[in-house]
């Protein structure tokens, strides 16, 4: 059973507006998250993460907010750009039991300029 | 060369066949991972070597065969794959192998098995 869930296979968002990509998660022993971005022939690239002891955390154009009792966290880009069009994968871990990341299925992003 | 690198980039194999993946990584990282990705599955990891030793093996099949000759090495040996074993498989190292450790990946390894 998928322990980390991205419901929304794929997005698009006009350029300059904000995206919004959204992840839900099931173990509530999770306590750090990232977000990982990948270009078509690439591996997924790091993106921002956010520990459970923080609601938010900003990093230039890119926010995650961690909702801990609805189990949920999302990512906004603001403002989206056609270079943002990606597939996004959210990742949970249980930060001291190794190194082990539980991963949703991605949603794919298109930003159209 | 930079950050992880993996060989080959694509793969056919018959299901007799007997082949190996390959990565490195330059980034001076201790611990080295391989992932699958099926479509529209997420990430599933494999296999973790921290310091060149096994700590984590998910249930993974015994026709899928590791092997890290050092941190900087890992290699995934292929033998009698099945076509359900078709995917995308990654590479990954990090720093350490703590809970917080970012994870920089490679680009990933397309196998078809017929």
């Known amino acids: 059973d998928q322990q980390v869930k991205q419901n929304s296979p794929s997005l698009s968002v006009q350029e300059g507006r904000i995206s919004i990509l959204n992840c839900d998660y099931t173990?509530?022993?999770?306590?750090?998250f990232l977000w990982y971005k990948k270009y078509p022939a690439e591996g997924p690239t790091f993106l921002i993460s956010?520990?459970?002891?923080?609601d938010k955390n900003e990093d230039g154009r890119f926010t995650v907010f961690l909702n801990k009792s609805a189990k949920h966290l999302s990512l906004h880009i603001v403002p989206s750009q056609p270079g943002d069009s990606a597939v996004y994968f959210c990742a949970a871990s249980v930060s001291n039991t190794g190194n082990q990341f539980y991963f949703g299925t991605g949603t794919s992003l298109t930003v159209i300029p | 060369e930079t950050g992880v690198t993996q060989t080959p980039r694509h793969l056919v194999m018959g299901m007799t066949n007997k082949k190996s993946l390959k990565c490195e990584q330059h980034l001076g990282h201790n611990a080295m991972y391989w992932y699958k990705q099926s479509a529209k599955k997420p990430l599933e990891l494999m296999f973790v070597?921290?310091?060149?030793?096994?700590?984590e093996n998910n249930s993974v099949p015994s026709r899928f065969s590791p092997e890290c000759p050092n941190s900087s090495h890992l290699f995934l040996h292929l033998h009698t794959l099945q076509p359900e074993d078709s995917a995308l498989y990654l590479c990954?190292?990090?720093?350490?192998?703590?809970?917080?450790?970012?994870?920089?990946f490679g680009p990933g390894t397309r196998l078809l098995v017929l």
């Open positions: 990954a190292s990090s720093q350490g192998a703590s809970g917080v450790e970012t994870q920089y």
């Open positions: 956010i520990s459970s002891i923080k």
């Open positions: 173990n509530s022993m999770f306590d750090y």
């Open positions: 070597y921290n310091f060149k030793e096994q700590t």
